[in-house]
């Protein structure tokens, strides 16, 4: 290898870790109806998330003392690893994943889809004052469409029918901040049939949006890109479903 060649992987490395701690966007460009994705990972973040769900195993199944304590000295090295690319305050990160017991499994965000004339709905969250699709974490008991139509319900005041699976995308496949859950996002369209629009106790506004005048977005919610795609089915509604 030529020292110019090995100045560019060195480079290349640098830059990484750059975008890993600093948290740089990415970039965006579209072709025809289908998005396309340039996005710089979080390689350690994923590592250490992967680490904490190894270790998590371990400690479920493990039956000695000697297994044990090395898969705790595992969770505790993955718990440093996230808070500090994370940027999470170490003792939450322990908290998140002291709620965890058995084989760990990614989590679910599940997002109502609403168009009314060309615009799609969106609400106001108060813990950042940006828009995010109605939705939120699945609730055990709820299957994927009653946690939409409850979302929906709780944070704009209409009802809604779930119509149609329109994405199941990765979180880690998008430009979110990063996180320490591996989560999947459920994107359903759904039909309004009755309630009023009006905000919940979890959101500060309701409001349709055109895809040129979007808000500005919780990023740990929803992209713009993530927006767009779902414009994508209100022009061509026998689009197939999505996923990652």
Not at 77 to 105: A, C, D, M, P
Request: hydrophobic content about 35%.
């Amino acid at each position: 290898m030529t020292a110019n060649n090995q100045q560019k992987n060195i480079q290349a490395v640098s830059n990484t870790f750059r975008l890993v701690l600093f948290n740089l966007p990415s970039v965006y460009f579209r072709t025809d109806y289908h998005f396309i994705m340039m996005q710089e990972s979080h390689p350690w973040l994923e590592y250490a998330k992967r680490v904490q769900a190894l270790a998590q195993s371990g400690l479920t199944y493990a039956e000695n003392s000697y297994d044990l304590e090395r898969y705790q000295e595992l969770s505790d090295i993955s718990v440093k690893l996230i808070s500090e690319i994370s940027g999470t305050e170490l003792e939450r990160v322990k908290e998140l994943f002291t709620n965890e017991t058995g084989y760990q499994t990614p989590k679910t965000d599940v997002r109502a889809v609403i168009f009314k004339e060309d615009k799609i709905l969106m609400v106001q969250e108060k813990i950042d004052n940006c828009w995010s699709l109605p939705g939120g974490w699945s609730d055990v008991g709820f299957t994927p469409g009653e946690v939409a139509v409850k979302e929906t319900r709780e944070e704009a005041g209409l009802e809604v029918k779930p119509v149609k699976l329109l994405a199941v995308l990765d979180k880690k496949c998008h430009p979110h901040p990063p996180s320490p859950y591996h989560t999947y996002k459920i994107f359903i369209q759904c039909e309004t049939t009755g309630g009023t629009l009006q905000r919940g106790s979890e959101t500060l506004n309701v409001q349709y949006f055109s895809r040129n005048e979007l808000p500005e977005l919780s990023t740990e919610r929803g992209t713009v890109s993530q927006v767009q795609l779902m414009f994508t089915f209100l022009d061509y509604p026998q689009q197939e479903a999505v996923f990652d």
